[in-house]
């Protein structure tokens, strides 16, 4: 994987466990849906953060070499 796709990863795998802490809902008593609520809210903001980033990454080369 490239550097900058593990840096978002890292990013909003901290971003998920602060905001799964901070979650003031009650926990599910399974611990299976514990770890689906996880994982899915990490590839929300996986997916959030790089298609930003990428986007503007791209959009910038675009106008430098204009």
Known sequence: ???KTVNILVLA???TTIGFIMDGDP??????M???EFILMLGLIFIL??????TFHKARKLFIRV
Do not use: Q, T
């Not at 926990?27 to 299976?32: A, F, G, I, T």
């Not at 953060?49 to 990428?54: C, D, P, V």
């Open 1 to 3: 994987m490239k550097k």
């Open 13 to 15: 795998s901290i971003l």
């Open 27 to 32: 926990k599910e008593p399974s611990m299976l």
């Open 34 to 36: 514990r770890f689906v």
């Open 49 to 54: 953060i790089s298609s930003f980033y990428f």
